[in-house]
């Protein structure tokens, strides 16, 4: 019981566990293999309760943020959902712990987390982020076979590659993710072999981005690098744009993948059972109950696909709003909005040059996520809600601790 007790060494674990965190990706992946398969369920929430305990134990703290009172208010209102929807509990609650257990964190971690962290945890997720990328690299050249699940006779791509996630579109939401962290890294650092390894990340990942073939997160990466430029130097940004149109025009693998967009079987396909047909279908399942949807974990998701068949949305926004209708919907906006915002201000305040590049990366790969949600349920799975959470989370803290430091 000393541990309980010794609360210098258990900050000291804690931290530990902090940094373990930015290799999620990974851990989860590995306890996920049989016979590991109860630690991969268990372990990131051993870790939340550790937090927790040693945040109730710091009590007082300071006042929560707007993050984190919005966070709060969020939850509140999904325990409500939960509270509504007995009916399969199983099911509900198992939807309630997929969409709200990541958010926790941001209320527990700041405890054990100081500005000093933002840096060497950003280095950290990149550094995982870079070896992943490198499997990607890997993956492609050595022509990894595709799954027949991904199957179309309208895609000619030799390999979509898909490293640890076994999924190509959300190894492409990471990479989007955190090619824009390891540019502002690079920009970060004044030593040249620092700084050169940190280019090498963002050139690996923008590869293993390339060589997912998956157009959501090309979109998303766009918006992301418009968002990094236009913090950095605006000039880059009419750059960024004609980059983009070269790559869209001359680009065999972008051009295909963009092209196919236009073709006739391909978007006869989408309104008949793809993308847009689910679209819809979430907004039908939507109106049978507008204000509080059908029931968390009921449509469009991992759970309802695991407890009644129902097929992926593809579009975390839309099974958000089949599930928890238009109040669910506008709760989870705003609450992006306002994590997004309280971010963007750390960077706007922030009065190192240096660390603005940093920050100005994780403005771009908060805002990555947010846009490939609309064309993927990225957030479904735990490792990218998660790093979503606390790569802001870290940016908050620095915040908070700089602003008070020089108040």
Request: charged content about 15%.
């Amino acid at each position: 019981m000393d541990i309980f007790v010794d609360r210098a060494r258990m900050r000291a674990i804690l931290r530990v566990c902090l940094y373990l965190l930015t290799a999620y990706p990974v851990i989860d992946y590995v306890l996920h293999v049989h016979p590991l398969t109860i630690f991969g369920e268990v372990w990131d929430k051993v870790f939340l309760l550790g937090f927790a305990w040693y945040a109730w134990l710091e009590r007082p703290h300071d006042p929560y943020d707007k993050t984190q009172r919005a966070i709060v208010y969020v939850v509140l209102l999904g325990i409500a959902f939960l509270l509504l929807d007995v009916g399969d509990l199983n099911a509900t609650f198992a939807g309630f712990r997929d969409d709200y257990t990541a958010m926790l964190f941001v209320l527990v971690i700041p405890y054990v987390m100081t500005k000093d962290d933002l840096v060497p945890l950003l280095k950290w997720v990149v550094m995982i982020g870079f070896l992943i990328a490198i499997h990607g690299v890997y993956q492609y050249v050595v022509k990894i076979p595709n799954p027949a699940a991904w199957a179309d006779p309208l895609q000619h791509e030799r390999t979509r590659v898909y490293s640890i996630f076994g999924s190509p579109n959300i190894l492409g939401s990471y990479m989007a993710f955190i090619a824009p962290l390891a540019v502002g890294l690079a920009l970060y650092e004044k030593r040249r072999g620092p700084r050169l390894y940190f280019a090498l990340a963002a050139l690996a990942s923008a590869l293993t981005l390339l060589f997912t073939f998956t157009r959501g997160a090309w979109v998303a990466f766009f918006v992301g690098t418009l968002v990094f430029t236009w913090l950095v130097n605006r000039r880059l940004t009419i750059a960024v744009l004609i980059l983009a149109v070269l790559g869209v025009a001359f680009v065999h693998p972008i051009t295909s993948r963009v092209t196919e967009l236009f073709n006739p079987v391909y978007l006869s396909k989408e309104f008949a059972n793809g993308r847009i047909a689910r679209w819809i279908n979430a907004y039908d399942q939507m109106r049978t109950s507008p204000l509080f949807g059908v029931g968390m974990g009921h449509y469009g998701g991992a759970v309802a696909s695991q407890y009644f068949g129902v097929i992926y949305v593809d579009n975390y926004y839309a099974k958000t709003l089949a599930e928890t209708g238009i109040v669910g919907l506008l709760a989870l906006l705003s609450l992006f909005a306002i994590y997004l915002r309280q971010v963007f201000l750390v960077w706007k305040r922030a009065t190192s040059p240096q660390l603005r590049y940093v920050l100005a990366g994780v403005v771009s790969s908060l805002t990555v996520l947010i846009v490939h949600n609309a064309m993927e349920n990225v957030f479904e799975e735990a490792p990218m809600y998660l790093l979503f959470w606390l790569v802001g989370t870290a940016a908050l803290v620095y915040g908070r601790q700089e602003l008070s430091d020089h108040a």
